[in-house]
């Protein structure tokens, strides 16, 4: 079959990971006869330095043509690069979540696996590590203080910025669907991660989750805080199965549980709306202090493009080529510098990309 694939490589590291996940695509076209055609567009801070804007209708329009979109990372050095002087509105952040608005894209999925290889690269006491874990955040994208009303102004001859955090019940039942669908294809638990001791918004967000469970007789629901659940990430990561939770919360709780994979490097995400499109990105940044030396961690990338094949293109086997590809690249001990340890070969970003390129 012939699949359109929009590329936005974007900034930083961008454009060296997304050609290795490319690099991976074409032999999965090879082996399995497909074809994939390509649109690179601009998006972030490259597209600044060439439209003036971070995000253009013309690249809104071309991803809305494709039949999913491949992203790798935007934005610069928050205190070195220009685009940092520009107005909020006008940098690279901007322009990613207009299009996630534009797209329609609510429902954003992070998986993080600590891979039995990766043992020593995780943060905790192995004690901890030694039980593994594989846990997925359904972090919704396109509502909450993201997106809410906010403004900075003088009230009273004191500077005053509000931003607000509201949801309404359709846009909390659509994610909380999106999760229970997700627990019923993985081990069934869903934890809703709220802060109802204090937020109208989290109240409702755990009424409506209630509602929602009722139709998931098979799925256990349990409500946690998201401050105790911050620490339960690091007390007790297996206990996890799937965790929804609104954007902000599920902003920061994706980095943490990210970081106790052992890399930023290693986690991808799918960012989907009501249809089958979806947006696929590292959950890493743009690293701007690695970028172009051709040391980066492209897996983040190669697993993005892998969960491409399995959430927008329904090609499953193709999928798990790409992951069981990974996995023996690090059982053989390839490893670039961030997930490198003892006994391992060191490898740079693009040779990684082939090595995963020749077990497919
Ligand atoms: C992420 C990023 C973005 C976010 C930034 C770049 C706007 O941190 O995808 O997690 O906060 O959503
Ligand atoms: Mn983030």
Redesign the pocket.
Known sequence: MKYHIGVIKGDGIGSEIVSQAMKVLDQIAVKYGHVFQYTQLLMGGCSIDVNGVPLTDETIQACKNSDAVLMGSI?GNTTTSPWYQLPPDRRP?AG??KLRKSLGLFANLRPCVLYPELRGACTLREDISSQGFDMLIMRELTGGLYFGERRTEEVNGVMTAVDTLSYNENEIRRIAVKAFEVAMKRRKKVTSVDKANVLDSSRLWRKVVNEVAQNYPEVTLEHALVDSTAMQIVKNPAQFDVMVTENMFG?ILSDEAAMVTGSLGMLPSASLNETKFGLYEPSGGSAPDIAGKDIANPIAAILSASMLLRYSLDLQTEADAIENAVKKVLQDGFRTGDIMSDGCKQVKCSEMGTLITERI
């Open positions: 934005g952040e990613l979540l902003d």
